[in-house]
């Protein structure tokens, strides 16, 4: 499936730096997530937004700043992270129909935190 | 909270079938997943089965599900060093608005030639 897009693939940063990444979804759903994949862990869900209402909020760190402007893009904001946030960050997509819905996976940013 | 769980590691030879299972809590589940990962690549469907299903065929693909026990599994005919990947068993938990999925830690399928 090639209708979630992630940006950048790969970025490197320093403690006190600020980035953002992005998501986007070219599949006309309507809900989006944050998850993050760290070694030898089970996907770790972040955060849910429905029609670009924030759902979930799953216990993560203010240092993680979600944003959706609209349904189809969704960014992850990151300020004075830690080398334990070093992960691969994956974004989905989902459409609200009732029990089934399938999520849609883009091929992640690896994020690694110096 | 809810709970998925794998074994960590599969090899099988080119050819073989392979069978990877799952155990999960949630008996309340209505939808089970199995996604694959290739190296450097997110996460892709493979399949899907609903609670009250018991057996689901994909082309090489069969789905088990024996929901008494907790227990799913995904059947790889004639495996090909292409399905080499990380497998995810995934349940879809019961809720209201979104689809919230509790993943296993996956399970690492290497086949060899």
């Known amino acids: 499936e090639t209708g979630v897009t992630q940006t950048p693939r790969h970025l490197v940063m320093g403690m006190t730096n600020k980035k953002s990444l992005k998501c986007e979804q070219h599949?006309?759903?309507?809900?989006m997530y944050w998850y993050k994949q760290s070694a030898k862990k089970p996907l770790e869900l972040m955060f849910v937004?429905?029609?670009?209402?924030?759902?979930e909020n799953n216990s993560v760190p203010s240092r993680f700043s979600p944003e959706c402007p609209n349904s189809s893009h969704l960014f992850l904001h990151l300020h004075t992270l830690q080398p334990e946030d070093s992960a691969l960050y994956l974004c989905a997509s989902s459409q609200s129909r009732g029990a089934q819905e399938t999520q849609y996976f883009g091929p992640g940013t690896r994020l690694l935190v110096l | 909270g809810e709970d998925v769980e794998q074994s960590l590691f599969l090899s099988v030879r080119e050819g073989d079938s392979s069978v990877i299972n799952c155990t999960y809590t949630d008996s309340s589940s209505t939808y089970l997943y199995w996604y694959k990962q290739e190296p450097g690549a997110g996460l892709q469907l493979l399949t899907y089965?609903?609670?009250?299903?018991d057996m689901k065929q994909d082309q090489r693909l069969t789905v088990l599900l024996n929901k008494k026990d907790k227990h799913l599994s995904l059947r790889i005919a004639d495996t090909q060093t292409g399905d080499s990947a990380i497998y995810f068993c995934a349940e879809k938990e019961k809720n209201t608005g979104f689809q919230k999925l509790v993943f296993g830690t996956g399970t690492r399928l290497l086949v060899s030639p």
């Open positions: 089965i609903f609670s009250n299903m």
């Open positions: 937004y429905n029609f670009k209402e924030q759902t």
């Open positions: 599949l006309g759903h309507n809900a």
